[in-house]
T-cell receptor, first 114, second 116 residues
Framework: SQKIEQNSEALNIQEGKTATLTCNYTNYSPAYLQWYRQDPGRGPVFLLLIRENEKEKRKERLKVTFDTTLKQSLFHITASQPADSATYLCALSKMWSSARQLTFGSGTQLTVLP | NAGVTQTPKFRVLKTGQSMTLLCAQDMNHEYMYWYRQDPGMGLRLIHYSVGEGTTAKGEVPDGYNVSRLKKQNFLLGLESAAPSQTSVYFC???????????????FGDGTRLSIL
């Protein structure tokens, strides 16, 4: 069956360091992958999207890589700040679905310590 | 511009009761979705809609019904609530885009539902 795993439920990191979150998947060939941020008591907020034919995508302090051979995506936050503390979700999409269905991982809770 | 609005924000039900969760979006999105989020399990798709008057089943549809009578609204119904339906429910919407289009989803802030 299709499975998505995000590394460790919780990740603590010192302010100013680079946070790296991992998303691994099996039995899946996603057309693209999305990353979302979720704060306590709020809905997920879209951050970045990367397509299967793209190796890397950047947005300000955020960088996402997508390795379809390893079936893995890495999400990096450089120069991390306490305000980056949140749960980060990866989501994979099937190739052409009329509903753009996404399958979400359970998330990694990131805490940036001052 | 409110985005996606969900009502109510909290609700406690007794087993066997029924209720309807309302989702409204003001972005003119074609697609709308209902998810549930449980600890350690991530978001799971319940039902979705690709346009006004259409609905389809997602990964975990049993025990739920939906309706999309207007483009901006998507209703989720529980006909006979069960304790297993205790969860946080999120509604989302997105543009349709073209074939193989990769549209992000916009989420509401959820409805926290407890079934006793």
């Amino acid at each position: 069956s299709q499975k998505i795993e995000q590394n460790s439920e919780a990740l603590n990191i010192q302010e100013g360091k680079t946070a790296t979150l991992t998303c691994n998947y099996t039995n899946y060939s996603p057309a693209y992958l999305q990353w979302y941020r979720q704060d306590p008591g709020r809905g997920p907020v879209f951050l970045l999207l990367i397509r299967e034919n793209e190796k890397e995508k950047r947005k300000e302090r955020l960088k996402v890589t997508f390795d379809t051979t390893l079936k893995q995506s890495l999400f990096h936050i450089t120069a991390s700040q306490p305000a980056d503390s949140a749960t980060y979700l990866c989501a994979l999409s099937k190739m052409w679905s009329s509903a753009r269905q996404l399958t979400f991982g359970s998330g990694t809770q990131l805490t940036v310590l001052p | 511009n409110a985005g996606v609005t969900q009502t109510p924000k909290f609700r406690v039900l007794k087993t066997g009761q029924s209720m309807t969760l309302l989702c409204a979006q003001d972005m003119n999105h074609e697609y709308m979705y209902w998810y549930r989020q449980d600890p350690g399990m991530g978001l799971r798709l319940i039902h979705y809609s690709v346009g006004e008057g259409t609905t389809a089943k997602g990964e975990v549809p049993d025990g739920y019904n939906v309706s999309r009578l207007k483009k901006q609204n998507f209703l989720l119904g529980l006909e006979s609530a069960a304790p297993s339906q205790t969860s946080v429910y999120f509604c989302a919407s997105s543009y349709r885009g073209g074939p193989n289009s990769n549209q992000p989803q916009h989420f509401g802030d959820g409805t926290r539902l407890s079934i006793l």
